[in-house]
């Protein structure tokens, strides 16, 4: 089994449908819209006798792409991609980065599928199907979505979640955790770590082990220390994060007592200089402000003692 690839590089726990099950649901899909087409035409028929043969031609023709079209349209869409046949062999229609198609994804898929299963009996579709490796048909090309299963044979089903990481293996890993230099760990791979335990729950088992398996050897090449043997690498990794994330909690927990008993030495010395009288340190006094130069009077012209004429 082959993991799906998006354009951003990021590995999806979905595993392609192929053409044998897709066949199989779409021609479900297409004998319950064949049986509500030729009731829903002979009760009409037989309401409306006075229709002639042009009337009764586009009224079928108008059936036919109601039922084979817009029925498997609106059905795909409030379903988010599971038909009556998908639903019964546990397939979803999903877009190419692995989340939920609408409307314009599952008009386009009507559209083209109209032409190539029902128009030309599914040749192009099975062909497509078959060559692609993904089992994508003309349909899923032009809209970007594609066919999962939901459910994987040989299992129960959908996978369950990863339980927390139980006590007793921290204590048995104590020393070993302990002992792990965790300085060399990029913060990336941190990130790699908690999206995958905490989206484990909705992967297949074989892939999220797989996923668990890669980034265990990556953090045991960083640590230098390999994963034990017989060990769930999940569970290896749930605990070395916990390891992570006690001592973070620790380290703020000891700032924050170092923060607190300087205050409190701060205090205690105050209350002893008070205690025994001592005046508070003064305040710096304020220097006072420049003072306002003026500029100087112009200088008086000696007196002459000439007087003008009264």
Same mark, same amino acid.
């Given at each position: 089994?082959?993991?799906?690839?998006?354009?951003?590089?990021?590995?999806l726990?979905?595993?392609?449908?192929?053409?044998?099950?897709?066949?199989?649901?779409?021609?479900?899909?297409?004998?319950v819209? +064949?049986? %509500? @087409?030729?009731?829903?035409?002979?009760? /009409?028929g037989? $309401? !409306?006798?006075d229709?002639?043969g =042009?009337?009764?031609?586009?009224?079928?023709?108008g059936?036919?792409?109601?039922?084979?079209?817009?029925?498997?349209?609106?059905?795909?869409?409030?379903?988010?991609?599971?038909?009556?046949?998908?639903?019964?062999?546990g397939?979803?229609?999903?877009?190419?980065?692995?989340?939920?198609?609408r409307?314009r994804?599952?008009?386009?898929?009507?559209?083209?599928?109209?032409?190539?299963?029902?128009?030309?009996?599914?040749?192009?579709?099975?062909?497509?199907?078959?060559?692609?490796?993904?089992?994508?048909?003309?349909?899923?090309?032009?809209?970007g979505?594609l066919?999962?299963?939901?459910?994987?044979?040989?299992?129960?089903g959908? +996978?369950? %979640? @990863?339980?927390?990481?139980?006590?007793? /293996?921290?204590? $048995? !890993?104590?020393?070993e955790?302990v =002992?792990?230099?965790?300085?060399?760990?990029?913060?990336?791979?941190?990130?790699?770590?908690?999206?995958?335990?905490?989206?484990?729950?909705?992967?297949?088992?074989?892939?999220?082990?797989?996923?668990?398996?890669?980034?265990a050897?990556?953090?045991?090449?960083?640590?230098?220390?390999p994963v034990?043997?017989?060990?769930h690498?999940?569970?290896?990794?749930?605990?070395?994060?916990?390891?992570?994330?006690r001592?973070?909690?620790?380290?703020?927990?000891?700032?924050a007592?170092?923060?607190a008993?300087?205050?409190?030495?701060?205090?205690?010395?105050?209350h002893?200089?008070?205690?025994?009288g001592?005046?508070?340190?003064p305040?710096p006094? %304020?220097?006072?402000?420049?003072?306002?130069q003026?500029?100087? $009077?112009?200088?008086?012209?000696?007196?002459?003692?000439?007087?003008?004429?009264?």
């Amino acid at each position: 089994m082959s993991d799906l690839v998006t354009g951003e590089a990021v590995v999806l726990g979905l595993r392609a449908a192929k053409l044998p099950s897709r066949a199989l649901a779409v021609g479900m899909d297409l004998l319950v819209q +064949a049986a %509500a @087409l030729v009731v829903t035409s002979l009760v /009409l028929g037989l $309401a !409306l006798t006075d229709l002639d043969g =042009a009337a009764f031609t586009a009224l079928t023709l108008g059936l036919t792409v109601f039922f084979m079209v817009a029925v498997p349209v609106m059905i795909e869409t409030f379903t988010r991609g599971r038909s009556l046949g998908k639903a019964a062999l546990g397939l979803r229609v999903v877009r190419s980065d692995g989340g939920p198609v609408r409307f314009r994804h599952s008009l386009v898929r009507g559209l083209v599928g109209f032409f190539e299963i029902v128009v030309l009996s599914g040749v192009p579709a099975a062909i497509c199907s078959a060559v692609s490796s993904e089992g994508r048909r003309l349909g899923d090309v032009f809209a970007g979505t594609l066919v999962v299963r939901e459910r994987v044979p040989g299992g129960s089903g959908a +996978a369950t %979640a @990863l339980p927390p990481v139980p006590p007793q /293996l921290l204590q $048995a !890993l104590g020393g070993e955790l302990v =002992a792990l230099d965790l300085s060399a760990v990029p913060e990336p791979l941190w990130l790699a770590i908690r999206q995958l335990l905490g989206r484990v729950g909705q992967l297949d088992q074989a892939v999220a082990h797989q996923l668990a398996a890669r980034l265990a050897e990556d953090l045991a090449a960083r640590t230098g220390h390999p994963v034990p043997y017989g060990l769930h690498p999940a569970a290896y990794l749930g605990a070395v994060l916990a390891e992570r994330q006690r001592r973070e909690w620790t380290r703020a927990q000891g700032y924050a007592a170092q923060q607190a008993q300087h205050a409190q030495h701060a205090q205690q010395a105050q209350h002893a200089q008070q205690a025994h009288g001592y005046p508070p340190p003064p305040h710096p006094a %304020a220097a006072p402000a420049p003072a306002q130069q003026t500029a100087p $009077a112009p200088p008086q012209a000696p007196g002459t003692g000439f007087a003008p004429p009264a």
